[in-house]
């Protein structure tokens, strides 16, 4: 198991946002969670990478327990976050935003080559590369988000809810580009989505997750078929 | 004239190493910091103590003070970096009023009187004063200008402009905060321990108020004018601000009605200061070098 979480809460000022929940991605997977607003999906991504604290519960990762650890410590045993709103370096350019995204690791990874496999998903990001990353529009810098994310060759990677503020024909291509990274290069990923059909498609996993608690986990294809599911957030 | 402008340059460039290591700190690692001037002076005070106490001369002593500089800064500044930012402003004032304090009650820092009787520096057997004092001031400025611009450039220096843009972005890419906020404001406190050693030379005679909570604003005042984060902009608002109230006299008295104003009017209209991002002035300088004015 790459990531085992259990019993994990949440709370914001005494007001619970995730209470006890309890999932689990192996190496290799994608998995998705499901879930309405304010059903607490970006509190669970945010308490797995360390960035709001958990107030119960206990999250592992790689075999160890990192329930305690700040968020820089997981990120350097390849936990990585594409965050909701994408939350880019405004100021600093396309390519160093880039770069921060490789921080400490210039030893282990060949910057030149990760720069160009990640210009050739992203084309966009190599003609603004030298341009500050708030000239981008949303959906560009959503790309950048992912990109910086990339370049670390994360272990894990958490993506919170990628489809927000995209036209429907590039979540499709964000959407098959995740499917990509997973299957064709190995990467774990944990997906957060409101966008449950999309992510169910790709998945091989998923949890639906309602008013902070998990209310139902299966195959995606047994998610998709369900009634409740298909009701409630596919709209069919 | 002549010995007048070279006195006034010399203030004026030791101020924009000091306002160079401020900038270090505000504009580069995004830490607000109003209390820059205790650093000044705790450069100052060791260079004076070292110098008369200590026996030793000022090359002698430069090594020990960038080094009580350093360590002071890491001791007073990781308690506010720890702090929320809100919280840092006014805690550096806290530090700023108590080594004023110190400096004021403690005996051994001369008191009210001042430390006095610090010799001029000495440099091939030639005691620098006028021109000589003003050139090692303006090496000096070049040095820590050379530096910042490394500074930029290298990956410490990105580490600290992504934690000044989004911290928790930072943070989850690895980059510890405490640790980039704490190296950026040592490098900012050493830099001014420099500007403050030169001080003290300069003058001979230090008093605890040549390093108060005013000339905390002022150094604030030189960087926001100029243009915060800039590498130009720290030197540029101390030559302004250094020179304004020479050339209209009767405006020295009112120096910090008129920082206050400046940073007000700044701030309102300028906010990225005079060499800031699309600025009025870099705009000029940007067309008078032919590119249409929204050029980098
Ligand atoms: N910083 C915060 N302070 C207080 N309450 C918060 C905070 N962040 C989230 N909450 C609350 O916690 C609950 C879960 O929020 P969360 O952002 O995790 O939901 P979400 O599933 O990601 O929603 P969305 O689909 O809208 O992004 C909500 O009721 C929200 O109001
Ligand atoms: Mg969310």
Redo the contacts with the bound molecule.
């Keep these: 198991m790459l990531l085992s979480v259990s019993d994990l809460s949440v709370a ?2 005494g ?1 619970t ?1 995730v209470s006890g929940a309890s999932f689990s991605v192996k190496e290799g997977e994608l998995v998705s969670i499901i ?10 991504l945010n308490a797995v990478m360390g960035l709001v604290p958990s107030a119960g519960g206990r999250i592992e990762f790689d075999g160890a327990d990192v329930t305690r650890l700040p968020p820089h410590i997981r990120a350097r045993r390849k936990m990585r976050i594409v965050p ?1 709103r994408a939350r880019v370096f405004a100021h600093l350019t396309v390519r160093d935003n880039l770069l921060v995204g490789a921080y400490g690791l210039r030893r282990t990874i060949d910057l030149d080559r990760k720069l160009s496999w990640l210009y050739g998903f992203f084309p966009i990001l190599e003609e603004r590369s030298s341009q500050p990353a708030r000239t981008l529009s949303g959906g560009e810098q959503q790309q950048l988000s992912i990109a910086r994310a990339l370049i670390s060759d994360p272990k894990l990677l958490l993506v919170d ?1 990628i489809s927000m503020g995209l036209m429907p024909k590039l979540v499709e291509t964000v959407f098959e580009a995740l499917r990509d990274l997973n299957r064709e290069h190995g990467i774990t990923i944990l997906l957060v989505e ?1 966008n449950a059909l999309a992510s169910l498609r790709i998945s091989n996993r998923g949890y639906v997750l309602e008013a902070g608690r998990i209310a139902l986990e299966g195959t995606a294809e047994s998610l998709v078929r369900d009634e409740g599911v298909r009701e409630a957030y596919l709209g069919i | 004239m002549s010995t007048y402008f070279i006195t006034i340059s010399t203030f004026i460039a030791i101020q924009a190493i000091v306002a160079y290591g401020l900038n270090i700190i505000v504009g580069y690692a995004g830490q607000i910091s109003l209390g820059h001037a205790a650093f000044f002076g705790i450069g100052a005070y060791s260079a004076g103590i070292l110098a008369t106490k200590g026996g030793l001369s000022f090359w002698a002593a430069l090594p020990l003070v960038l080094l009580i500089c350093g360590v002071l800064g890491v001791i007073l500044g990781l308690p506010s970096l720890r702090v929320r930012e809100d919280f840092l402003a006014i805690t550096t004032i806290g530090i700023n009023f108590i080594v004023e304090a110190v400096f004021l009650y403690v005996p051994f820092f001369g008191g009210a009187m001042g430390l006095g009787g610090i010799p001029k520096i000495v440099l091939f057997g030639t005691r620098l004063k006028g021109e000589s004092l003003f050139a090692l001031c303006l090496a000096c400025l070049a040095i820590v200008i050379l530096l910042c611009r490394w500074f930029t450039k290298s990956w410490a220096g990105l580490g600290c402009r992504a934690i000044a843009s989004d911290e928790t972005a930072a943070s989850s890419m690895g980059i510890s905060p405490v640790r980039f906020k704490l190296l950026a404001f040592v490098l900012g406190t050493v830099i001014a321990g420099l500007g403050g050693a030169l001080y003290a030379h300069r003058m001979g005679f230090i008093t605890p108020a040549d390093f108060g909570f005013p000339v905390s604003t002022m150094m604030l005042s030189i960087i926001v004018l100029g243009g915060i984060g800039t590498l130009w902009g720290p030197l540029l608002g101390a030559v302004i601000l250094g020179a304004l109230p020479e050339l209209f006299r009767p405006l020295a008295d009112y120096r910090m009605l008129l920082y206050g104003a400046l940073l007000l009017l700044m701030v309102r209209f300028q906010p990225g200061g005079l060499l800031g991002e699309a600025s009025i002035l870099k705009n000029i300088l940007a067309r008078m070098k032919g590119g249409n004015g929204n050029a980098r």
């Design positions: 914001y000022a007001v946002a879930g309405a607003n304010g059903a607490g999906k970006t509190s669970i909701e809810e409101q």
